[in-house]
């Protein structure tokens, strides 16, 4: 069974640092990979989708990168802003659905 | 159009009561998914349709009974479900196939008393 990991689990940051989310997969036979935001109590915003054939996709502030072979996707979040407090979600896309991993709380200090 | 929209957003239910959860897009999707959300948990996997007929349903009580009445709608039909089945429930939808990415819709807030 395909299982989603996401490290760290809750990161804290002072505004306007650089920071790397980690999303990790055990089965590489993922059709793509998406990444979600998540505010408290809403529903999840696709920030980027990158096709298991590429390598990483970029959104204003915002790159994500995927190792297929490795089982790999970081989340690279530039000159992070307090808007950017959310949780954020890796999901791999299978067969049988997207499969989430828990996410990472990120909070981002003025 | 390019929105999925859940109605209610909140809903508080009996354990006796039957309700049902909205699910509207039209952005032209033929695929549609009901997800799981507790809190502080990630999303699980309930069902998927796809050209309006359920292709996946992961187990899922009775109790929650899914129907796609055509390929803009797609309801979840709530019965004698349990306190434990409050969550948020997540609409999503997408284009046919395992290739493209997921619209998620704002969530109906479940409560069961």
């Known amino acids: 069974k395909q299982e989603v990991t996401q490290i760290p689990a809750a990161l804290s940051v002072p505004e306007g640092e650089n920071l790397v989310l980690n999303c990790s997969f055990t089965?590489?036979?993922?059709?793509?990979l998406q990444w979600f935001r998540q505010d408290p109590g809403k529903g999840l915003t696709s920030l980027l989708l990158i096709q298991s054939s590429q390598r990483e996709q970029t959104s204003g502030r915002l790159n994500a990168s995927l190792d297929k072979s490795s089982g790999r996707s970081t989340l690279y979040i530039a000159a992070s802003q307090p808007g950017d407090s959310a949780t954020y979600l890796c999901a791999v896309s299978l067969i049988r659905g997207m499969r989430f991993g828990a996410g990472t709380r990120l909070t981002v200090k003025p | 159009d390019t929105e999925v929209t859940q109605t209610p957003k909140h809903l508080v239910m009996g354990m006796t009561n039957k309700k049902s959860l909205k699910c509207e897009q039209h952005?032209?999707?033929?695929?549609m998914y009901w997800y799981k959300q507790k809190a502080k948990k990630p999303p699980e996997l309930m069902f998927v349709y796809s050209y309006e007929k359920l292709s996946i349903n992961e187990s899922v009580p009775s109790r929650f009974s899914p129907e796609c009445p055509n390929s803009s709608l797609l309801n979840l039909h709530l019965h004698a479900l349990q306190p434990e089945d409050s969550a948020l429930y997540l609409c999503a939808s997408s284009q046919a196939g395992f290739r493209n990415g997921y619209t998620f819709g704002s969530g109906t807030r479940l409560t069961v008393v």
């Open positions: 089965d590489s036979a993922i059709y793509n």
């Open positions: 952005m032209g999707h033929r695929a």
